[in-house]
């Protein structure tokens, strides 16, 4: 059964700092591609950052560019995003999933076809 835990979300101030986690289990992680995916309150799901297998190729949504960097550790089945210099549009609940585009552009809400984790949540407001 494939799970995903995510970890690392707070309140911080703008221009602050997180490292968001996500555990894995139920299914071969070194295999897929994997991504960050956010829905801020009142709002549709978001693609924010993608990586390859390799762990080398990493995508990144415009406006989260050069301020976010994601990685994986295919040992530990895990996957993580350094947020820095975080705005108060960075705000939502985070969540993480397999390929590199999990959510139809245009997406209202989170696709039911495949599991989402519980996410967590990351509150930018000083």
């Known amino acids: 059964e494939v799970q995903y835990v995510e970890s690392g979300g707070g309140m911080v101030r703008p221009g602050g700092s997180l490292r968001l986690s996500c555990a894995t289990s139920?299914?071969?992680?070194?295999?897929?591609?994997m991504s960050w995916v956010r829905q801020a309150p009142g709002k549709g799901p978001e693609w924010v950052s993608g990586?390859?297998?390799?762990?080398?190729?990493?995508y990144y949504r415009e406006s989260v560019e050069g301020r976010f960097t994601v990685s994986r550790d295919n040992a530990r089945n895990s996957l993580y995003l350094q947020m820095n210099s975080l705005k108060p549009e960075d705000t939502a609940l985070y969540y993480c999933?397999?390929?590199?585009?999990?959510?139809?552009?245009?997406?209202?809400?989170?696709?039911?076809?495949?599991?989402w984790g519980p996410g967590t949540q990351v509150t930018v407001s000083s």
């Open positions: 990586i390859k297998v390799d762990g080398v190729s990493t």
């Open positions: 999933a397999r390929d590199l585009r999990p959510i139809p552009v245009g997406a209202t809400e989170l696709p039911t076809s495949r599991y």
């Open positions: 139920g299914f071969t992680f070194s295999n897929y591609d």
